[in-house]
């Protein structure tokens, strides 16, 4: 069954550094997305990406955060100038292009800052 | 502001015990409330999507219902392989990128 698959598994990171995590999402999907989940909090809507473009963030994806699908399979997060706060796991999840699909997720990117 | 509420925040069964779990939401004009299973160090995996009050889905001893204001997730004859967070979340109206609303989910936990 096709999945999410996301790189790496564990990142460990000193403040103030800049870091990309990486999603291959499933590959006749065309809506990307990621989430993240602070310990012991809920799992908190981050961005949206369709057709090339942010098509609905949050108000916790500032000028820090920022995606790109730099080619046919990939899509990353690259999180600037890291902050102890942004220590959380990282989810990628992709849909299908009707919008009764679900949103299927990877196991995630645990996001440690130092 | 949506809002998902899930209770309760951990329950315990004997195996074999059934129980339901709830998920209450307010949104304005749900799209669809989806069910997710998350175990340790994984990403949610998906369950169910519900639509409209009165739909009910099944898979195996879940069954998922829907009202105007909440969700339940029963669960029959549980196995101590049920055990996992049991994640409830929203999808609100006609936003453009069709994000999820979580809730805080419910740690479910079926002992032998």
Redesign the interface.
Known sequence: EPE?T?TPSHQVTQMGQEVILRCVPISNHL?F?W?RQILG?????L??F?NNE?????EIFDDQFSVERPDGSNFTLKIRSTKLEDSAMY?C?S?GDS??Q???????TRLSIL | EDQVTQSPEALRLQEGESSSLNCSYTVSGL??L?W?RQDP??????LF?L?SAGEEKEKERLKATLTKKESFLHITAPKPEDSATY?C?V?EGE???????????TQLTVNP
């Open positions: 999410v996301q809506y997305y989430y909090q809920k799992v908190e809507f961005v949206s369709y942010i098509s609905e963030k949050s989810f999840a849909r919008s009764n679900p949103q299927h997720f990877g196991d995630g | 799209r669809g989806f997710y160090g994984k990403g949610p995996e998906f999507t639509y994640l979340a999808q936003t453009s990128g069709s994000r999820l609303t979580f809730g805080e989910g």
